[in-house]
């Protein structure tokens, strides 16, 4: 068993968002299994695990988009279940894996409906929204593109775009279910400049990624999930190890100083293309 930073997640008085004891499921199927976890306040959480382990059901129970058959999702001291819809929206913020947007729309008019949850019959659009939406364009750096379709665009930008949407949402508490998804590493990595940007200005961010090097590179907090489980979770320097790796993914790696950045490097090593030191004896005879 890997030796765990925090293998039972204690629900911290400190943490805006918190599942306690949370049993999710599919037809019958159970995904996640009486779960506790709590995001840590002001820091990127990112994660991680293998296909089908629960990664995105879990970030989808914490943004109320499912609902636990047992225990609780806690946002800001409140069960998330008994809160309205609007009141959610206007506390946290929710990028879905690939969305899309209506045919022909904007871009300003795209950014401009994460500023629903503030509006009602009696207060309707007004300076102080086309205000939020300027200031999320230009904090994604999209201001330029407000006025292109937003099926014109590309990948990257596009994503920018969603991202400035829910930053219009006023909210300080943003949850990326996979940003990157089809996304070159250039790209890749050019949104999650940005997401690193937005924590620096305040925000909090919990994401799920595959790629296990960005995921390291980019979050103050991982967590290793596997079969509906948390393995192991902590900031990447305490948990991210060889063994921990073969034990959540079946991947032998090594693990190494990143030589330009300040966290761990997670080298794979295959069956074929690697130094014969590298390879398993019962491998080389």
Not at 2 to 31: C, H, I, N, P
Not at 77 to 88: C, N, S, W
Not at 198 to 224: I, P, W
Not at 249 to 262: C, H, M, S
Request: net charge negative; charged share 20%; hydrophobic share 40%.
């Amino acid at each position: 068993m890997v030796a765990q930073s925090v293998t039972e997640a204690a629900v911290g008085d400190a943490s805006r968002l918190a599942a306690r004891d949370v049993t999710v499921g599919y037809g019958g199927r159970v995904v996640i299994d009486g779960l506790d976890v709590a995001i840590p306040p002001g820091v990127v959480t990112t994660i991680i695990g293998p296909n089908g382990c629960g990664k995105s059901t879990l970030l989808r129970t914490l943004s109320r988009l499912l609902k636990p058959t047992r225990g609780t999702v806690v946002l800001d001291g409140e069960d998330i279940g008994r809160l309205r819809t609007r009141d959610v929206a206007k506390k946290l913020g929710l990028l879905p894996q690939a969305p899309v947007a209506p045919e022909g729309l904007t871009v300003a008019d795209l950014v401009a409906r994460g500023r629903h949850p503030h509006q009602s019959w009696l207060r309707q659009w007004s300076s102080d929204d086309a205000e939020v939406v300027e200031r999320a364009l230009a904090m994604t750096g999209v201001a330029d593109l407000a006025d292109r379709p937003v099926d014109s665009l590309s990948g990257g930008q596009r994503q920018r775009v969603w991202i400035s949407m829910t930053l219009a949402q006023g909210t300080d508490l943003l949850l990326l279910d996979e940003p990157t998804t089809y996304l070159d590493l250039a790209h890749a990595v050019d949104v999650l400049d940005l997401v690193d940007d937005l924590h620096e200005s305040g925000c909090t961010v919990v994401m799920v990624l595959h790629d296990l090097n960005l995921a390291v590179r980019y979050s103050d907090h991982l967590v290793v999930m596997r079969e509906g489980s948390i393995l192991a979770q902590g900031h990447p320097h305490d948990i991210v190890t060889a063994e921990l790796l073969h034990e959540a993914f079946g991947l032998r790696a090594q693990v190494i100083d990143d030589p330009v950045g300040d966290r761990p490097l997670i080298v794979p090593i295959g069956r074929t293309h690697v130094r014969p030191g590298h390879i398993p004896i019962k491998e080389q005879g």
